[in-house]
């Protein structure tokens, strides 16, 4: 008998024994696929440890391209003084040494300083990379940590910028509070 709604060939065959298991084992099998594929593209330009497990995103620029760059004597410095300025030709390029394609939706991340601008992170190649805004550890945290440091180092004067370099290349992720 047809429940309302179903048709005779798909009413049937989601009804038959053994199958609503034998399509629940397909679709779970699907979206592990799609999960591992997924992560292992995102994660291929980082160490395992570095992978934000609640997005499958890196947490951390590769450092064979992103090595990260700055000069200390820039440290401090107000965007006003110092724009940001990285252009659209570098930015395809960054995309591309990640294996990003140029038309990537930007919205989903941000070109970011690995080490931060204001600690006088360069606007260069070797320090800008294409950071996801997805994950407990996505950009927008990150820019939450690199805040805090900011302000015990620029605004209070508690940390040296070289203290502050070393807890944030240590693990920035760990400053994050457990939740």
Known sequence: MLQKGESALFGRFFRA??????????????VALTLVTHSASAAQ???????????????????????????????CLSN??????????????ILAAYGLSADTDKSTGEFDHWMPHWMGGSDTEKNIWFEPHAGRFGSFTKDKVEDLLYRKVCVNKTMTLAQAKKIYLSGWTQLVPKQ
């Open 17 to 30: 024994p053994g199958r609503r298991q034998t399509i629940r084992l397909l679709m779970a099998t699907a």
């Open 80 to 93: 006003v003084d110092r724009p940001r300025n990285v252009t659209e030709a570098e930015k395809k390029t």
């Open 45 to 75: 330009h980082c160490r395992k440890a570095d992978v934000d497990k609640s997005s499958g995103f890196c947490t951390v620029p590769d450092p064979a391209l992103t090595p990260g760059e700055m000069d200390e004597s820039l440290a």
